[in-house]
Every structure is written in structure tokens, then in C-alpha cells.
């Protein structure tokens, strides 16, 4: 079982706003900065946020983080076809001494 | 431009070995940590094990301690993880990817372990 907690699919209309949840524990988000990962299968992964809210260089404002306490956001507005994919939380576990990621979510664009 | 490429994978016996490698281009490879990731069929990612820049720093995920053995060579630009002892659970892609942010990745090589 991952350690961080994802609801397993989402889903939006184009145009829309969607929320990804990712909730922890003190030992990894409560301690640590979360990064926030979108996945296409047969591509490399992408790293979308860092730092709980930084966007690297190219990643369109339309995706934004959040981070209060133990739990985590990913935010996507003006949802657009090709944003369907997975999209993963991660950060570092203070007690594992290791990187945990959550179990993903599946993004449907309707 | 960043170019991450693994090598390595393929079919193997529980209990064999295989050696994994990911040879990095576009960065001074020695900056940075590495990780390696994986993802079984139908699953979503699991970290491994992360080495720092110079080797000195390493960790791992429990469900491979004792059996995965992460290393670099930073004159040849390659990041490495000798795995021993495979499971069937161990069947899955695995992916390299830099940093602590693990800001970029390569596309990943196929291990499947099977008798």
C-alpha cells in the first residue's frame, strides 16, 4: 500500500477545474516539501510541481499545488484533453528514510 | 537537453540477477543525485533507491534492501543498480531519474522476473 493516500481517478469536463488530494503523515508530508509528477504511459514521467507550488520552466500555469499540514493539492484549470494522464504525489518519509510516492491518480477528461 | 536512457532489462528466473544502467547526457552528470523508480504492470511508481552525487549517500526502499545495489561512475556518466535475488514482485519497469525533485526521467527498462 503506498504510503501517501491519492483517490484512485478524477474526472472533468474541458475547461474545467479539477483538485488531485494527497494525504500524509508528519513523518513525510507534515516534514518534507511535495513535488507532484504526471505520468502518460509509455512516456517518462514529468515533474509538474515542486516545492509544494513551484512550476519548473515550461509547465503552463494552468497547474498549481497547495500544501497545509499533512495533506497536499495539485490544482488543474482550464482542464484540456491532453491532460488526461496519471498524476503521483511524492515527497521524502522522515521514519522510512526514503522517497514515498502516492498510489496515483487517474485524470479523465470527459 | 537532459537525456536520460536505461539499459539492462530483460526475462529472468526468480532468484537470478540482472544489472541495470542508465547512461546520462546534456548535465555534469557528478551535480546531481539519482534515483531509480519503478512501476509494475498496472501499478503506479515505487521508489528504489537514491545515490548522491558523489556515492557517498545511498538509500533504499525496504522491499529491496539486501538484494538491490545501487552505484555511479561519474567518468562514464552511468548510473547503475545490480539487482540480486529477484522476485516475481520485482517484475516492472524501471525507471532513472535526476535529482531529489527526480526532475527529469528516462523511459524506463523492462525487467520481468518469471520461471
Known amino acids: 500500500q503506498p504510503v501517501l493516500t491519492q483517490p484512485p481517478s478524477a474526472s472533468a469536463t474541458p475547461g474545467q477545474r479539477v483538485t488531485v488530494s494527497c494525504s500524509g503523515s508528519?513523518?513525510?508530508?507534515?516534514?518534507?516539501?511535495v513535488n507532484w509528477y504526471q505520468h502518460l504511459p509509455g512516456s517518462a514521467p514529468k515533474l509538474l510541481i515542486s516545492?509544494?507550488?513551484q512550476r519548473p520552466s515550461g509547465v503552463p500555469d494552468r497547474f498549481s499545488g497547495s500544501k497545509s499540514g499533512t495533506s497536499a493539492s495539485l490544482a488543474i484549470s482550464g482542464l484540456q484533453s491532453e491532460d488526461e494522464a496519471d498524476y503521483y504525489c511524492?515527497?521524502?518519509?522522515?521514519?522510512?528514510?526514503?522517497?514515498?510516492f502516492g498510489g496515483g491518480t487517474k485524470l479523465t477528461v470527459l | 537537453e537532459v537525456q536520460l536512457v536505461e539499459s539492462g532489462g530483460g526475462l529472468v528466473k526468480p532468484g537470478g540477477s540482472l544489472r541495470l544502467s542508465c547512461v546520462a547526457s546534456?548535465?555534469?552528470?557528478?551535480?546531481?543525485?539519482f534515483n531509480w523508480v519503478r512501476q509494475a504492470p498496472g501499478r503506479g511508481l515505487e521508489w528504489v533507491s537514491s545515490?548522491?552525487?558523489?556515492?557517498?549517500?545511498?538509500y533504499y526502499a525496504d522491499s529491496v534492501k539486501g538484494r538491490f545495489t545501487i552505484s555511479r561512475d561519474n567518468l562514464k556518466n552511468s548510473l547503475y543498480l545490480q539487482m540480486n535475488a529477484l522476485r516475481a514482485e520485482d517484475t516492472a519497469v524501471y525507471l532513472c531519474?535526476?535529482?531529489?525533485?527526480?526532475?527529469?526521467w528516462g523511459q524506463g527498462t523492462l525487467v520481468t522476473v518469471s520461471s
Open positions: 516545492g509544494n507550488n
Open positions: 545515490i548522491s552525487g558523489t556515492g557517498t549517500n545511498i
Open positions: 531519474a535526476r535529482d531529489a525533485d527526480l526532475d527529469h
Open positions: 546534456g548535465f555534469t552528470f557528478s551535480s546531481y543525485n
Open positions: 511524492a515527497t521524502w518519509d522522515d521514519s522510512l528514510n526514503g522517497r514515498v
Open positions: 508528519r513523518s513525510n508530508i507534515g516534514s518534507n516539501s
